[in-house]
């Protein structure tokens, strides 16, 4: 295992395998902003279908899960799913930018040595979103958009600047 730039351990010198766990819509399309950072890295996505499935799948392989929102008799189904996805995968770092859908991911991961990455997305200026405050507790490393939002986290909070 070799350190890479991240800070992490990775299987080889230049590669990490990502997980990039995101809702559609918005969440998607922070996540889209990012993939420069990921050019060198192996990645895939878990997100929910929507009109982008296309667009996304030309990007990496993807994972369509319920939208436990929307359907919350799916959530111990998603669950499951999020369990047999990593094992499967077996990602480095499992990174979001939200929403619920990141929560399994992240207790999943923990417990299988993934290192795990919460970005808050642009758009909190002032408070934190109800994923946050959870993943707070939850991730390696926790990331704010906007200074504002220090104040309202812990220690583990990061601000560099925007990051989309």
Known sequence: MIENAWGFHSRSSKSLKIALICTHGGHLTETLQLLEAFIEHDIFFVTH??????????????????????KPSSIPIVILNALFILIREKPDVILSLGA??????????????????????????????????????????????????LSQCGTKARYKGAVI
């Open 49 to 70: 279908h929507s009109i982008r499935d296309e667009e996304v799948q030309k990007i990496a392989p993807v994972y369509f899960l319920d939208n436990m929102a929307e």
């Open 100 to 149: 619920d859908i990141a929560l399994p991911f992240y207790i999943w991961g923990r417990l299988l040595s993934s290192k795990t990455i919460f970005i808050e997305s642009y758009c909190r200026i002032e408070s934190l979103s109800r994923t946050g405050r959870i993943a707070y507790w939850l991730v390696d490393i926790f990331w704010v958009q906007w200074p504002k939002l």
